[in-house]
C-alpha cells in the first residue's frame, strides 16, 4: 500500500513536471536568443508575428485560433 502511494506521487509530480516544461517550450518561443540576444519578443497578433525591440529580430507567430 505504501509503495503504490509513492508510485501516485511520482506520477503525479512527473505530469506535474512535464506541464511546467510544456509551459517554458512556450514562453521560451518569445524568447529571442539571436547572438545571445537575451530579451524577449514583442508579439503582434494583428501582423502575426513577433519583433525584439532590442536586435530587430521578427519571428512569425503560430496561429493559435
Ligand atoms: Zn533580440
Redesign the pocket.
Known amino acids: 500500500m505504501l509503495s503504490r502511494n509513492a508510485t501516485t506521487n511520482l506520477n503525479r509530480r512527473q505530469s506535474a513536471m512535464r506541464r511546467l516544461r510544456r509551459r517554458n517550450a512556450s514562453a521560451s518561443m518569445l524568447y529571442?536568443r539571436?547572438n545571445g540576444?537575451a530579451?524577449f519578443l514583442v508579439p503582434d497578433q494583428t501582423a502575426g508575428s513577433a519583433t525584439?525591440p532590442?536586435?530587430g529580430?521578427t519571428r512569425r507567430l503560430p496561429r493559435t485560433n
Open positions: 529571442c539571436t540576444c530579451s525584439c532590442v536586435c529580430y
